[in-house]
């Protein structure tokens, strides 16, 4: 599954490049199967039965309820759920990647977060275990895994790969972080759930990024101004006068 590219290097001979995707895939592929085997613990142990450590865990959150915490946690909920999750954000994500001239990302992410989507959505109605009982919320059904952590972990891994830059990596884990927390918090998901979650984002993330691999290099390789900036060059260069003949 690895991929040589060749490209010329400061203009030179052209020099060869290769992607691995191989052990990349084969550690993603881990990464699901590590979900499938969390599910099946917690669905023959039966559903309805936290671990305890997740039960002690939920207490403190409950106890430590409050105005300050509960507002930014509703904010976090609206955001990663719901129609939000579904339209308004992937828009907003594909809608900037195009303006930013990246087609394949766009697409590579929308693959994503339908495949992510479709895997919590067949999890959730197979192991169907219940939500916790200090909930603050009303989420849909299934409590394992949690779809918003999922969106969450997605959505970092996508935008890290596609950009590859160390903030966008630590800000992406820093929202998933604080995404799985939120759930955990408003009382919608136990803490294994959230961990579910956001395994199924990063795996499903990786697994994608492999047939978009060369793609992706590729435009992340070329120079890629926003749309209102060429469009800014080409107004200029039209309204200079051209060297027409004398």
Known sequence: MDEKITEIVDGNAPAPVRIARLWWVISAVGVLL???????VIFYRQANKPFGFEVEWMGEFVEAR???WTIPALIFNWVGGGISSLVIVPLVIIGGLLIWRR????????????????????????????RPTEILVTPDFGSFPSGHSANAALIATTLGIIFWRTWVWVAGSVYTLLMMLSRTYLGAHWISDTIGGMLVGVGVAVILWAPFAFLLYRERRRPHPPIWVRVKHTEAAVAEPGDGPT
């Open 66 to 68: 409050g105005p300050i």
């Open 34 to 40: 590590l979900v499938v085997l969390l599910a099946a």
């Open 103 to 130: 087609p394949w990302a766009a697409l590579y992410y929308a693959c994503a977060a339908v495949a992510s989507v479709s895997v919590v959505f067949v999890i959730k109605n197979v192991v169907g275990r219940p």
